[in-house]
């Protein structure tokens, strides 16, 4: 299927790696332009090595620095000629117990999973509206849907970014903008690792042995690909998805046991 996206622009968060890097490899494989940003420049510039060598023509361009503050924004949105498709990612806050947490733990997750997200799509919504055409996929978790215990700091703020774009989606889809909410279940991916090492440190038992019983507890008997996870933005992000908005995708491989 062509997604209808080639030649567009798209500014895509913390997409070194992992799932953030499915989604910039899945837009590049359909001609999108992408700007990619990071923390870590070394990772960074190795995956844009990797999105240009798939040949596409697409440009691909980098920022290293922090989307979670002001500068690292500003710098984000300075390389992108034209945002056509924001996909708001962060690395999750830590595992643990909400008895550790202080109101700077609280802050910092906040920051990084609900306001910096919000910040970004102030920043491009209406200008999108405006050319009457838009596309933005926020990555949040399954937690949304199912809370998970150890991960309180991700559970609050991710839920607090969902509530937000409820209302949001309604108000841009007429002006043909859609905002939607990509929801990982256990992915192959350096997050699932450490919250698996928080696990296996708090039960007392080996990590393989708890990442085979995650894997075996999963009607899908596997855990996602990154590959996979990008295939689902990238049609969020078409041509064909304008009739979808306030969405909230869950990729869990059946995990979630409700109707709803």
């Known amino acids: 299927m062509d997604m209808g996206i080639q030649g567009r622009w798209a500014l895509v968060c913390a997409a070194s790696k992992g799932l953030g890097k ?43 620095g922090d989307i979670a503050t002001p500068e ?14 924001l996909v708001n990612n962060a690395g999750g806050p830590p595992p643990g117990d909400f008895r550790d947490w202080d109101r700077d733990a609280w802050i910092r997750a906040l920051d990084a999973n609900m306001l910096t997200p919000i910040e970004l799509m102030k920043a491009v919504v209406d ?43 309604r108000k841009t889809v007429g002006r043909g903008v859609t905002i939607n909410n990509l929801l990982p279940g256990p ?10 090492a928080g696990a296996a440190q708090k039960s007392g038992r080996g990590i393989e042995d708890v990442a085979e019983e995650r894997r075996r507890q999963n009607p899908a008997g596997r855990f996602g690909t990154a590959e996979e996870f990008g295939a689902a933005c990238a049609f969020l992000c078409s041509a064909h998805a304008g009739f979808i908005t306030g969405q909230n995708l869950l990729l869990d491989g059946g995990a979630y046991p409700g109707t709803f």
Do not use: Y
């Open 22 to 64: 499915g989604c910039a490899q899945a837009l590049v494989r359909e001609g999108v332009h992408v700007v990619i940003t990071a923390r870590g420049a070394e990772a960074l510039e190795a995956t844009a090595a990797e999105l240009r060598a798939l040949g596409t023509g697409a440009q691909v361009r980098t920022v290293a």
């Open 72 to 85: 690292g924004r500003a710098a984000a949105l300075a390389a992108c000629p034209q945002v056509d498709i």
């Open 127 to 169: 200008p999108m509206m405006a050319r009457g055409w838009g596309r933005v996929v926020n990555i949040t978790s399954a937690a949304v849907k199912a809370p998970i215990d150890i991960l309180g700091l991700s559970n609050g703020a991710r839920s607090g970014l969902t509530g937000f774009v409820a209302g949001l989606a």
């Open 187 to 196: 992915f192959d991916t350096e997050r699932l690792r450490v919250t698996m």
